[in-house]
């Protein structure tokens, strides 16, 4: 098992979200896992010393520093006994201490002191996340080599809906057995994400509103199952290469070179919103009092369609997506024939808090042999994990892999 015998150090911290930690240790401990456990003043609030030590079976330890504390060292030897640091809930006012890198208290001196790998699972209310300070201090984390898992998107403790929900217990445990698998699956995975420019000339071009959130999502989820993976980014605003080994391009042929040269690959998810047509580019500003403007314009080479009828390199799994307005199953059928993908996911791009731009999306998988499935409304995050899931089945790793 990969979690059998495997030491973690669990800091919990004070948040709403706290009390999911005993189902977190209770899964983690059936798996074999060794916890310690470090309880903030706060987190105190929300789930007693008594409950978690009966779970872990071990001394629960105060984020204070005692005599006993100084002179075990603790926070050195807590750290070195840990294979794991996870902080869950990681509050905003954790990851603020840890980017400037306080050592106030056995917490931050835990963190400060240790040597090995320290994971971040958020949970806060989606403008403390979105605040423009906390976004600084976890991009700060995440370049230092801490690792975040999440927040997902949902409704919130508050009663408000936005990012800031801590991830599922299932997807934390699957992170924490992919972490600890010595020989991950030998497999590789690229996807296409986000928009596509083609110029008319040097200051215009046409592009569309996708932000590449949804293809972000599937590599980081493709990822962290296993594969090696590889995102193909258009112009967008999100830091994936602190997450996925990331090549940003900004042309339909630049992806396409991208992808070619990437290749061979086991599994080719393309969500790419690729514009349909090229300009040849004028080199000089087209002027508002032009006569007789003209526009010659070009089809761009058909990426996925290229892709699926590889003679030589076709990847194992070729998934299209199809983003529609209207008769979404027609016209993702129609796709999956014309293209010759094995995969077409189809999702209504008519509905403004759905699809491009949102953190939501809602999804119809066709397959090959015309068969639909059906996922609803949930967060980007959520529609990833049921991609990989599936993903995951067409190879046969799910008994090991599973992600919910």
Known sequence: MELNNKN????????????????????????????????????????????????????????????????????????????????CPATANIISEIARGSAKDLITT???????????????????????????????????????????????????????????????????????????????????AGPTREYIDPVRYITNESSGKQGFEIAKKLKQAGFKTKLILGPSNIDAELEVDTQRITTCDEMFNATQNSLPCDVLVMCAAIADFKFKKNQKKIKKKTQDLKIDIDENIDILKHFSNLNQNRPKLVVGFAAETEDLVKNGKAKLLDKRCDWIIANDVSNKNL????????????????????????????????IVNRILRQFDLNDKRDIN
């Open 110 to 192: 835990v963190i400060m002191a240790s040597n090995k790998k320290v994971f971040l699972i958020p949970a806060m209310n989606s403008k403390m996340w979105e605040n423009k300070i906390n976004q600084q201090n976890v991009k700060k984390l995440k370049l230092a080599g801490y690792y975040f898992l999440g927040p997902d998107n949902g409704e919130l403790a508050c009663g408000e809906f936005g990012i800031g929900k801590m991830s599922k217990i299932e997807e934390i445990v699957l992170i924490l057995k992919n972490y600890f698998t010595i020989n991950n699956i030998d497999l590789k995975a690229i996807v296409t």
């Open 8 to 87: 973690l150090l669990l800091i919990i911290c004070g948040g709403i979200s706290a009390y999911k930690n005993l189902d977190l240790i209770r899964n983690l401990k059936n798996l074999g896992m060794n916890i310690k456990v470090i309880l903030s003043k706060s987190a105190k609030e929300f789930v007693t010393p008594l409950s978690v030590a009966s779970l872990s079976k071990n001394k629960v330890y105060d984020n204070e520093f005692t005599l006993n504390n100084e002179i075990e060292m603790d926070h050195i030897a807590l750290s070195r006994w840990a294979d794991l640091v996870m902080i």
């Open 355 to 386: 699809g491009f731009n949102s953190n939501s999306n809602k999804a119809t998988i066709i397959y090959k042999n015309m068969k639909i499935e059906n996922l609803p409304e949930q967060s980007k995050s959520g529609i990833a994990s049921n």
